[in-house]
């Protein structure tokens, strides 16, 4: 192997390096989000370049949901290309979440990866690099629906309080009637 060749393995590994989660931030409008069977919520923010590259924002993954909720990255791709350096994106959707009528778990909060992969240049050019340069995590928030609710403990009391003023007051009454018989 060569020394050109060994210095450009070197300088590859340096870049992977610097393609990291310090080449932009994703600012999300929220961390979590509930997702009800048979609705569609899109979770949307802004990207701030950290860099005095250009950023080529080519792709989102978004990894961690089960197979039943349907995900659509395509509103990622009318987001800004490419992001100037140090410069923050206009608040943008991202994905789009959708959970089906008949979805049958799992349920609760689910956490979710979210990745942007894209590439790095000094100079604006057309860059189809699909490295990961940023990303979060997100919650996608499942809600049971088909869960009985429990009464409240306030409610049973309240309702066997007036269960035994009833019977008292029959009680009552009856005994009021014995004594104008007699």
């Known amino acids: 192997m060569s020394l050109r060749n060994l210095f450009l393995i070197f300088m590859s590994w340096g870049t992977g390096a610097a393609f990291g989660s310090d080449v932009i931030t994703l600012h999300l409008d929220f961390g979590a989000a509930a997702v009800l069977p048979g609705t569609t919520v899109g979770f949307s923010g802004t990207i701030t370049n950290n860099t005095s590259d250009y950023v080529y924002m080519n792709s989102i993954a978004v990894d961690g949901l089960p197979a039943d909720l349907s995900v659509d990255t395509s509103p990622f ?14 608040d943008f959707t991202f994905f789009l979440v959708t959970t089906p009528n008949s979805y049958a778990g799992p ?13 790095a240049d000094p100079f604006i050019t057309s860059d189809f690099s699909e490295n990961p340069i940023g990303g979060t995590t997100v919650t996608v928030v499942v809600p049971n629906l088909n869960l009985v609710p429990e009464p409240s ?17 029959k ?12």
Not at 78 to 90: A, I, N
Not at 153 to 169: H, I, N, P
Not at 176 to 181: E, F, K
């Open 77 to 90: 791709l009318d987001g800004p290309y490419p992001l100037d350096p140090f410069d923050t994106s206009p």
């Open 107 to 119: 349920f609760g909060a689910l956490p979710t990866l979210v990745t942007i992969l894209g590439g």
């Open 171 to 182: 009680s009552g009454a009856r005994g009021v009637r014995r004594c104008r018989v007699e």
């Open 153 to 169: 403990t306030a409610l049973l009391f309240v309702a066997g309080l007036l269960l035994v003023v009833a019977a008292r007051s």
